[in-house]
C-alpha cells in the first residue's frame, strides 16, 4: 500500500479471508490488501464492529470487501462462515487467521475458565479456521494460510504463561500443517508480530509496558499500517509461494529468531 493510500493492484484478483478483521491488526490488514485491489472478507464475532470497519474500508479503497460475523472456538461456525465466504469470493487463495486474545495471570493463578478461553480462540481457533481453508484451497491445489503467534510462544514473559503456552501451540500447529498441506500446494506461515493494538493498549493498562519498552527499534510497539501491513501484502502475493513452514517475525527485533 502506498503512503497516500492509492490503489496499487498487487494483489488484484486475490481472495482473501481475514479473521479477526474488526479492528487492529487484523482491520489493518483488511486494509492493506483491499487497498491492493484484493477481494476480502473481513470475519469477527464483534459483527457491528467489524462491519462497519469493512463498509468503511470497502468504501474508501473502491474494493470488494464483505463481513462474515464468526466464533473461531466453534468449529461449525467457522466450517459454515468459511463456506459462506469462499461463496462471496469464488474462491479462497489466502487466509490470514488474526483472531486471539490475551489474559495475563501468574502461572499459579490461572484458572481451568482462563485456559478454556485461550485454548478455545488461539489455538482450537486455528485449527478450526485452517482445517476449513484447506477444505477450500485444496480442490485447486494452491493457497497460502497464514497464523498469527506471538514472541510469547518462543520465550517467557512473565505473566502470559497460558497464553504462551496457546501461541507455542500455534506455532508448532503451523509447521506441522505446513509439512502436510504442501503436497496439496497449500502454505503455513505464521507471523510473529509486536504491534500496537486494543489489546496491547490493555496490556499497558495491566502494567505490562515494561515488555514493550524493550524493542530495539525504536523503543516501542510497532504501527500496524506501516510496519506490519507491507509485509502481510508481501506474504498475501505471488513473491512468498516459495515460503512455507516460517516463523516470520515483524517485532522491531524485541525476539529474534534464526
Known amino acids: 500500500m502506498s503512503g497516500n493510500g492509492a490503489t496499487l493492484g498487487g494483489l488484484r484478483g486475490k481472495k482473501i479471508v481475514v479473521t479477526g478483521g474488526a479492528q487492529g491488526m487484523g482491520e489493518s490488514t483488511v486494509r492493506a490488501f483491499a487497498h491492493e485491489g484484493a477481494a476480502v472478507v473481513s470475519m469477527d464475532l464483534r459483527e457491528d464492529l467489524g462491519a462497519a470497519a469493512a463498509e468503511r474500508i470497502s468504501r474508501e479503497a473502491g474494493a470488494d470487501v464483505s463481513f462474515v460475523g464468526v466464533d473461531v472456538s466453534n468449529r461449525g461456525q467457522v466450517f459454515a462462515s468459511m463456506e459462506r465466504a469462499v461463496d462471496l469470493l469464488g474462491g479462497l487463495d489466502v487466509l490470514v ?37 484447506f477444505a477450500a484451497m485444496k480442490p485447486a491445489g494452491s493457497g497460502h494460510i497464514i497464523n498469527f503467534g506471538s514472541d510469547a510462544g518462543m520465550t517467557a514473559i512473565r505473566g502470559l504463561a497460558g497464553y504462551s503456552a496457546t501461541k507455542g501451540a500455534v506455532h508448532a500447529w503451523t509447521r506441522t500443517a505446513a509439512l502436510e498441506f504442501a503436497g496439496h500446494g497449500v502454505r503455513v506461515n505464521v507471523v510473529v508480530p509486536a504491534m500496537r493494538t486494543p489489546m496491547t493498549d490493555a496490556g499497558r493498562t495491566e502494567g505490562r509496558a515494561g515488555v514493550y519498552s524493550r524493542v530495539p527499534l525504536g ?27 516460517q516463523t516470520i517475525s515483524v517485532n522491531g527485533g524485541i525476539g529474534m529468531v534464526r
Do not use: C, K
Open 97 to 133: 487467521n488474526v483472531a486471539g486474545v490475551q489474559r495475563a495471570r501468574p502461572a499459579e493463578e490461572l484458572t481451568e475458565a482462563d485456559f478454556d478461553f485461550l485454548l478455545d480462540i488461539n489455538l482450537r481457533g486455528t485449527f478450526y479456521t485452517n482445517q476449513a481453508a
Open 219 to 245: 523503543g516501542d510497539l510497532g504501527d500496524p499500517d506501516r510496519d506490519l501491513a507491507p509485509v502481510m501484502v508481501f506474504l498475501a502475493g505471488d513473491g512468498s509461494r516459495f515460503i512455507t513452514g
